[in-house]
């Protein structure tokens, strides 16, 4: 779920998702943000060692029966704190139809509609910015849904993109951008955040490893944010590949 290391072609990640057998039972873990980001570190450059130009790649599970852990107490946690907004996360006997995927079409644009509003707060709380029903279906609450989750998954994330709150990376594998924020405004933030910080020279991967809300980004959908700053005339690429910018003062 949620990395760059995560982010691997969907080739190599059905070939890894067969590679280990789990041998032993692992300590939970308790995930500080600075656990948080040795984690989106070691996972980029896992990423990187596999297709280091794979623009292509996108994210499909944890690599590792640790990382697995790690991303299972995040979702943990991300989902207590949304439980206080959304009551029938919290109070599951209660709404128990909230579980069910329901018959009628209206009722089910209905239901999807309330957990697309989840989802999207559960993905900003995650730091995911590419999502699969493969993923989503790991962790709960998503992973209650009957009778069938993934269907249910991808009624969801089709709402997202009915809503312009993400786009199809793959429909057909299910595989999702998730724009909890625009281009534009991730664009402006980047702008300010360079400005004020005094580090308006950068490349991607620096940005990156400074943002870590922008880790798990594809190059190419950042890229593209960057491209929004040039075309404004606030910021200039300073190499052919688009590798380096610099923010116009």
């Known amino acids: 779920m949620v990395r760059r290391g995560l982010i691997v072609s969907k080739e190599k990640a059905r070939e890894r998702s067969k590679e280990k057998e789990r041998d032993e039972l692992r300590a939970d873990v308790s995930l500080t943000e600075e656990d948080w980001l040795d984690l989106l570190k070691k996972t980029r450059e896992h990423a990187e060692s596999l297709a280091e130009s794979d623009e292509t790649a996108v994210l499909v599970m944890p690599i590792t029966e640790e990382e697995e852990k790690k991303l299972e107490e995040l979702a943990r946690k991300a989902v207590e704190k ?15 139809f909230m579980f069910v995927i329901p018959t009628s079409e209206e009722e089910k644009d209905q239901w999807g509609a309330e957990w697309a509003g989840f989802t999207i707060d559960w993905c900003r709380e995650m730091l995911m910015h590419i999502v ?11 992973n209650e849904i009957r009778p069938d989750r993934h269907q ?31 281009d534009d405004e991730w664009a402006d933030e980047i702008r300010r955040w360079a400005l004020k910080t005094g580090r308006t020279t950068f490349t991607l991967f620096k940005l990156q490893e400074y943002r870590k809300d922008l880790a798990t980004l594809p190059k190419s959908e950042l890229r593209y944010i960057l491209q929004r700053l040039v075309e404004k005339k606030q910021a200039k690429w300073l190499d052919s590949e688009r590798e380096v910018v610099e923010i116009q003062v």
């Open 132 to 142: 699969s029903t493969r993923t989503l279906v790991m962790f709960d609450p998503f």
């Open 82 to 96: 949304l439980s206080r907004r959304f009551v029938w996360i919290a109070k599951r006997g209660r709404y128990g």
């Open 152 to 182: 249910a998954v991808k009624i969801i994330l089709g709402v997202l993109v009915k809503e312009e709150l993400g786009r199809w990376v793959d429909e057909a594998e299910g595989i999702i951008r998730i724009t909890w924020k625009t």
